[in-house]
């Protein structure tokens, strides 16, 4: 048996993809013989699942479960949106929200570990990767807790593209929370009110305020009346309750929320893909190289 050095498992892991243990101990189980270790690993299925990890998964699905007074958003991610549309990949996103709310993992590391459908959630993962043929990737999860006289508002748009989680307290009305979880999915809010707003935010605002007023050339006592009308029309914009309603314009969602005798607590909102930059092939270079292997 060839001594399994570190220089070895290291030249396996760029060769495959897979973790160091799993090539650690592929080289172990084929006696270090390199060209067996690969084979070993593509015939368990998970150095075809590795090399895919450098594509980039910007679509899919986010999904919300509710169990009792806990509820869990999550996101997960495929290469293409054709995948959004597969009933395996529909039941993986709905599995892995529902081990969110039932076991409430701390961080990303633990919830990998929980058990699913097909052993740990990592391996269930893995597995998808390699029927659907894409890269799967869990990106993302929030888990919340409410009290008992609170209400959870689920609410998914086209299908999961975007997905939001609301808490009301003081009504147990679930139809009022999605309500406004549907205001959030079609407005895109920051914050529930201004007290959230950072100070810094603010301070940059005004300044740019400010700036754009004096362009105009507005004298200097009309600047900050000016300014003070239009920054408190920003926090409106972008603080949730402030906002217009979307189902009755004519009142805000604070005072839609109020009048059923309840507040806002907090929301959570998925958008599929928001934040990853994705990549933009180049066809005609695409087809060459493989011309040219």
Known sequence: MGQITAKLVKELRDMTGVGMMDAKKALVETE?????????????????????SDRIAAEGLASVAIKGNVAAIVEVNSET??????EMFQNLVKEIAELMAEHRP??????????????TLEATLIEATQVIGEKISFRRFHVVEKGDNDAFGGYLHMGGR??????????????VARDVAMHVAAINPRYVDESQIPQSELD?????????ALNEGKPANIVEKMVEGRLKKFKA????????????????????VADKGAKVASFTRFEVGEGIEKRVDNFVEEVMSQIKQ
């Open 32 to 52: 270090g013989v390199i060209e067996k270790a690969i084979d070993l690993l593509r015939e368990k299925g998970m150095a075809k699942a590795a090399k895919k």
């Open 81 to 86: 949106d054709f995948v959004s549309k597969n």
């Open 106 to 119: 701390a961080n990303m590391e633990e919830a990998l570990k929980l058990e699913a459908s097909k052993g």
């Open 162 to 175: 975007i997905a939001v989680l609301t808490v009301l307290e003081g009504t147990t009305d679930e139809t």
């Open 204 to 212: 940059h605002e005004k300044a740019i305020l400010t700036e754009q």
């Open 237 to 256: 914009e972008i603080a949730l309750v402030d906002q217009p309603f979307v189902k009755d314009p004519d009142m805000t969602v604070g005072k839609f």
